[in-house]
């Protein structure tokens, strides 16, 4: 059973930086595809970044792209999300999910998931 962890989230201005992670552990992560989603009070979840076990392809959602970098490192069985240009807009939980297969954007094809990191950006 893969357990997930995030840390990394917390109080930022708006123009700042954060760099989000996401510990395994009970399995290893390099045949999962790891992506990070995020809910805002009153809002589903939604997609944000994710990178495929087969070949570290990424695909983040468009309101992030150019901001958000996501990356992974195997070897310490571990995910990232390095956040920048923050917003006001971007102020959520933020959730590290794996899923065995390729990169999906619906939550539910998702298999393990961390309980979130609270990421809260300030104008």
């Known amino acids: 059973q893969v357990q997930l962890v995030e840390s990394g989230g917390g109080l930022v201005q708006a123009g700042g930086s954060l760099r989000l992670s996401c510990a395994a552990s009970?399995?290893?992560?390099?045949?999962?595809?790891l992506a990070w989603f995020r809910q805002a009070p009153g809002k589903e979840r939604e997609f944000v970044a994710s990178?495929?076990?087969?070949?570290?392809?990424?695909y983040s959602t468009n309101s992030v792209q150019g901001r958000f970098t996501i990356s992974r490192d195997n070897t310490k069985n571990a995910v990232y999300l390095q956040m920048s240009s923050l917003k006001p807009e971007d102020t959520a939980v933020y959730y590290c999910?794996?899923?065995?297969?390729?990169?999906?954007?619906?939550?539910?094809?998702?298999?393990?998931w961390g309980r979130g990191t609270q990421v809260t950006v300030s104008s």
């Open positions: 999910a794996a899923r065995r297969g390729g990169t999906n954007l619906q939550a539910t094809t998702y298999d393990y």
């Open positions: 009970g399995g290893t992560l390099s045949r999962f595809t």
């Open positions: 990178n495929s076990w087969s070949g570290g392809s990424t």
